[in-house]
């Protein structure tokens, strides 16, 4: 299993470092809700999720889901921050953690579906509260707004 490398090119110079490893998910998101992406993944072997802290670029991690989980993480309650959230294509539901507390379990899509997730809505709230999916036979989008 190879190293997971980072390169990140920003105003302040670029950056190379490891964090996770080649089987990890990349699910960068703003999960501290300082208006700064958080570079993060989760590992499918543990279902955990590993977030650098864009503040001071320590870590955390927590467990959410299960292996065989797809990692779909979005603000989902448009409080700015990026909620932990899994699809399990095996039960096609969706659990989401939400940063104001609580999870929500939504069943929504058909076998076979890819999660995707986005404002669809356009209502401004960055990926708030919906829940895309992509029929890959059909090739049309199904989306379930809340
Ligand atoms: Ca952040
Ligand atoms: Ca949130």
Do not use: H
């Amino acid at each position: 299993m190879g190293a997971g490398q980072w390169y990140l090119r920003s105003s302040g110079g670029n950056r190379a470092f490891q964090f996770g490893n080649s089987a990890d998910k990349i699910t960068p998101g703003d999960f501290t809700g300082d208006g700064k992406t958080d570079i993060a993944f989760w590992r499918p072997s543990t279902a955990q999720w590993f977030v650098l802290r864009s503040e001071d670029g320590s870590f955390y991690a927590f467990p959410f889901g299960s292996p065989g989980d797809i990692p779909v993480p979005a603000d989902y309650d448009g409080d700015g921050k990026t909620d932990a959230a899994v699809f399990r294509p095996s039960e096609l539901n969706w659990y989401i953690q939400l940063s104001g507390g609580g999870v929500i379990v939504q069943q929504f899509g058909a076998f076979g579906d890819k999660p995707v997730v986005a404002d669809y809505d356009g209502d401004g709230r960055a990926d708030a509260q919906e829940f895309g999916l992509r029929c890959r036979r059909e090739l049309r989008w199904f989306c379930l707004f809340r």
